[in-house]
């Protein structure tokens, strides 16, 4: 980047050339560039081999390296090498590294507008007053970075597609062209989000995926479009889920939604993925039967085999939205025959909007351990990048984007404290004792802030809306399906086979496991059960009890990183802002902790053992 | 007014023609258009009698009425002539008719870019985009209705001045001059909103009233405001409340605040009325000493014989803010040697947005009875008025600013029934039965929201900001001092001397009656204490199935005046306006009751004893 904040890339000064416009060229530019910065006796040679694709292999021999790969997969081992070497890390084994998943993406939520729904790193970097508006330097910046932890889809605009953004398949392509041609040379392909009812902008008074007129209508446009850019990765679709139009208004199931768009890519060898968050938005408080985390499951797995081969259902990690702690979304199990996507949210919508310290690395692999890797094809992740000088917002941000990419390269080598450690070693050259306090604070981070905001996977305790800061009522007599049922004796909601049969949804394992009290996990324990305050946990606490410990302790540790954060010599840029940010933190995290603490003792009546303050 | 809505005043079919410049000729332009319609029998004869001011005299003698009064009274007179003989009522009665009060005021809350805070009839009917936009014709009709129930200022922007709308008293007087122009024929001043800061616009840093470059800029700015507005009635100001600036920042208090301001005006005959809307909006939830209905009294009691003779306080009716329920303000009691004014809420921010029913006078009459008439010499009212084609929103809103007209001019002969009668006659021509009808629905309709919404003076239970439909919670963990602090056990807030003091804040007999469960009306009890849900109630019921029962009630009363009004033979254009808003107020009613009846019953567990449905 062109800007102080170079991120895990300090070792790249200059910024690639806008003529290079090869992943070859890029590679051999960044190499360049970089050895003699971060290792002076060594030279790096290129093997190009078509047939690795996005792979590549590295062996070193004395002061040799040589990195085999095809053309993107060249410039994917420089990277690596660069950081290895950077970093004093060992080289990234001398065996060939193939990609898990073959889409790594990244989704914006961009509106034309510029505005970036659950963004909290300023303005859109693409557009701003309704049309593309974006800094080629910036971009490429961007794209270096993707490119470095093998990213290779950019969704470019938010999946609610408002008006005037469905004109990036119709008129604005050639400009959307150029973008393209920005990202072309990291191996990034873009892709874009397009509105089911698109055809109606066009004298076609339905969007029915089975009538002819509106295959025929996305079929030429599919045509314009890839005659523009016949690289795009694909379509990405939020269909029927949260106001948008879909096949349900047409009485069509989605994968008669999905097929009919599929079939309009396929010629040109692009990707329909398919969002899966469809559900009811307008649910009665008062119904007890309905639960929302049931429905996508129940939307799709009974069309399991039934969608064409270029479609991928793209589901989120957990079944309602993005928490801070959910199981693994059921329907991400139940599909063998579908190509499916996960969908995390590096977006701190729900985690602290970019101002608490939420790394998400933890929360990958626990879901991965319970999903296994070969569930899935695909992995998207909202982005956290916007037009602030730090373009994830909060300087500790980035780990998710960096980890993320790991993550979807080789989850299987993506631990939290490996990722946290390179990036720590990258981002800043920190003596020992500093990194271990940094890396320290990033693995700690997500359970402080479980630990201060909604007990043990009760949920959605949060301002409605905006989803920062604690307002424990706030969805609970609304229509959004998010309810917790507190009373005077007993919170939860019970998710079992005697509850609503979410359970029932899991393969046998996960079933049992969340359905008995004793092995459901702590954290998940409200979200499968309805328990009394005087329950007694495994560790000997009651229920209320524990909420009250993991407020105090929640907060106690925001109080003691922000010591530890003021003493740690950080580069003044990032460290001002981390220190404003810990400022706010630690304000949100008092404000949940006599919140939620003072709700439920409010119910109780109960006192806390340690006689610590609660307010009537 | 030229739409198919004349309000009261069906009877007047053509505006007032812009040619007339005097209240007397305005008179006879009336008299002579209604009379042939209303009474072809009768003449009428107007006889000025400059030292009777605003006040008239009605005689009749045979088939001839002579009204008798200054020229702003002939006019009042006219009008209250033309309204009995068109309603059948008696005559005004046959002696001099003085105003109550002074200054009857219409306080609008428009903003310069056309947007009305707590505005529920359309944008503004006076500024659009940055600047005026107003219709003549519209403006000289909503000029009749005022003048025909006797009301004599408009405050024409909102106590937020917000850029531009500070430029009134600069470069836009002109402008204002205009519409003063077109509001003088009927006896109506223009008062201005002003921003205590405006200097600080203007190269001079501070605004401390005790600043002679600030005393100079304000004595100098009044002596060109009213240079081209030489009526004007004075300013408006709201300081130091709600982040708006004020003395405060300077360490002088608002005896020394105002008093700068008043003496500006005071060559010019102007009146600077200052609004006593002052507490702290920043207040940590968990304080439980703070009581903010206690501030207006410590901010300005102390100060009671110190402002300007042309100072009027203005006080709210309640200490809060316009609650459904609030005892009157202890502040009105206990400044004998101030002008005060009470400030009403038309605009129903907090009684159902003129999408719900409720008509006010109830309340007038309450408070005034608590009151005591002579203890203000003013009386304002935050405006109903909007842009729609019904400009009070809600047809029935309209009862509420007519209302208030006959409570300003004379609140010993505003009884709830008799507006109401009056009202409906004038507006509608109904036979008795539906009179009757209508009136009803009319005098109940306080009691009605008042059941469903927060229980039992409890306040606040409201969709924070919005102020429309229930969140028990919304306020509750916030900083704007607002709690109930709801349990297991009990709910309310004790503010007898045992509790915050605040009934310490009134004389002896109001201090007793709501300090003594005895006699402290049901309505206040939880304003005023803190009870148990198993409290029983005088009517031997538990508090908390008084909760169930009227709540219950409520929402009845809804479903039953829906079917009432269904039947209503209104005139087409208010039908459609009424049947909509009545769809939703009952949605509105089902929401407040089942989230308030289940609020109270998570919280106590109690069932109901007629075992209606209560969620958990």
Not at 250 to 277: D, I, Q, S, T
Not at 326 to 342: D, G, Q, W
Not at 350 to 357: A, E, K, L, P
Not at 400 to 411: E, I, R, T, V
Request: glycine residues 8%.
């Amino acid at each position: 980047m062109h800007t102080d904040f170079r991120y895990w890339l300090p070792f790249l000064t200059e910024d690639v050339p806008a003529a290079l416009t090869t992943p070859e060229s890029v590679a051999r530019f960044e190499l360049k560039q970089a050895l003699p910065r971060i290792a002076p006796d060594m030279s790096v040679t290129l093997c190009r081999d078509d047939s690795m694709g996005e792979g590549f292999r590295v062996c070193r021999q004395g002061n040799t390296i040589t990195i085999t790969g095809g053309e993107v997969g060249l410039l994917y081992g420089a990277y690596r090498v660069m950081m290895a070497l950077y970093a004093g890390e060992k080289l990234p084994a001398d065996h060939a590294q193939q990609p898990k998943y073959a889409l790594r993406m990244i989704d914006n939520w961009d509106n034309a507008d510029g505005d970036i729904e659950r963004g909290y790193s300023g303005r859109s970097l693409m557009f701003e007053g309704g049309r593309f508006d974006y800094d080629p330097i910036r971009l490429r910046g961007l794209a270096r970075l993707m490119a470095s932890v093998g990213l290779n889809v950019l969704c470019i605009n938010n999946v609610n597609v408002r008006n005037p953004a469905h004109r990036l398949i119709e008129d604005w392509l050639p400009q959307l062209a150029e973008v393209a041609a920005i990202f072309r040379p990291f191996g990034v392909r873009l892709m874009v989000s397009i509105d089911y009812a698109q055809p109606m902008r066009h004298g076609i008074d339905t969007a029915d995926p089975l009538n002819e007129r509106v295959q025929a209508w996305w079929n030429e446009q599919c045509r314009v479009v890839y005659a523009a850019i016949p690289d795009l990765a694909g379509f990405l679709v939020k269909a029927d889920s949260e106001h948008r139009p879909g096949p349900f208004t047409y009485g069509r199931n989605h994968a008669e939604g999905a097929n009919m768009l599929a079939r309009a890519l396929k010629p040109f060898g692009g990707n329909l993925v398919w969002r899966c968050f469809v559900y009811n938005c307008q649910q009665d408080w008062r119904d007890q039967v309905t639960d929302r985390p049931m429905a996508a499951y129940q939307h799709y797995v009974y069309l399991d085999g039934q969608f064409e081969d270029n479609v991928i259902l793209q589901v989120k990690n957990g079944p309602f939205d993005f928490q801070v702690r959910e199981p693994v979304s059921p329907t991400l199990l139940a599909m063998p025959e579908t190509n499916l996507a996960i969908e995390w949210q590096l977006a701190q919508e729900y985690t602290g909007h970019q101002i608490d310290i939420y790394a998400m690395m933890g929360m990958w692999q626990e879901v991965m351990a319970d999903l296994g890797a070969d569930k899935v094809m695909a992995m998207a992740a909202v982005s956290n990048l916007g037009r602030d000088e730090c373009i994830f917002g909060h300087p500790f941000a980035a780990v998710n984007f960096f980890g993320y990419g790991l993550l979807s390269w080789d989850p299987d080598n993506a631990a939290a404290g490996d990722v946290a450690r390179l990036w720590a070693k990258l981002t800043y050259r920190l003596d020992a004792k500093d990194e271990d306090t940094l890396v320290g604070i990033l693995l700690e981070s997500r359970g402080a802030y479980e630990k201060y905001t909604a007990p043990l996977g009760v949920c959605w305790m949060v301002v409605p809306h905006e989803h920062y800061g604690p307002s424990p009522d706030g969805y609970e007599y609304q229509a959004w399906g998010t309810y917790h049922r507190a009373s005077r004796d007993a919170v939860g909601i019970d998710r079992t086979a005697k509850g609503t049969g979410y359970a029932e949804q899991y393969p046998a394992e996960l079933r049992d496991r969340y359905s008995s009290l004793e092995t459901c996990p702590d954290e998940l324990l409200l979200w499968f059960q309805r328990q009394r305050y005087d329950y007694v946990m495994r560790d000997g606490r009651t229920l209320i009890q524990r909420i009250y410990d993991d407020h105090f302790e929640g907060y106690e540790w925001v109080e003691a990183a922000e010591k530890k954060l003021t003493a740690l010599p950080l580069p003044e840029a990032d460290k001002a802002i981390v220190m404003e940010r810990m400022t706010r933190q630690k304000k949100n995290a008092r404000e949940w902790r006599d919140v939620i603490n003072s709700f439920f003792y409010r119910f109780s009546g109960a006192e806390d053992e340690k006689g610590r303050p609660l307010y009537l």
